[in-house]
């Protein structure tokens, strides 16, 4: 389920040009699926700060419009 969620997140990150947080995602899902060693809890907390830094962003710039 992790796995897959962090593809999906992954996937509409890089549709709008997130970089940080497709990284992030790519990362957490290669550790998730066994193809790259890593942390998973700090490695999900990396991700969450992203997301919310990302998603504060949006928020800002919808607001400005």
């Known amino acids: 389920e992790g796995g897959k969620l962090s593809h999906l997140l992954k996937g509409v990150s890089g549709t709008l040009g997130a970089e940080d947080l497709f990284d992030a995602s790519k990362n957490l899902e290669d550790i998730l699926r066994g193809k790259k060693e890593g942390d998973i809890e700090e490695n999900k907390n990396l991700l969450l700060d992203i997301f919310t830094k990302t998603s504060d962003a949006?928020?800002?710039?919808?607001?400005?419009?």
């Open 58 to 65: 949006l928020q800002e710039l919808l607001n400005s419009l």
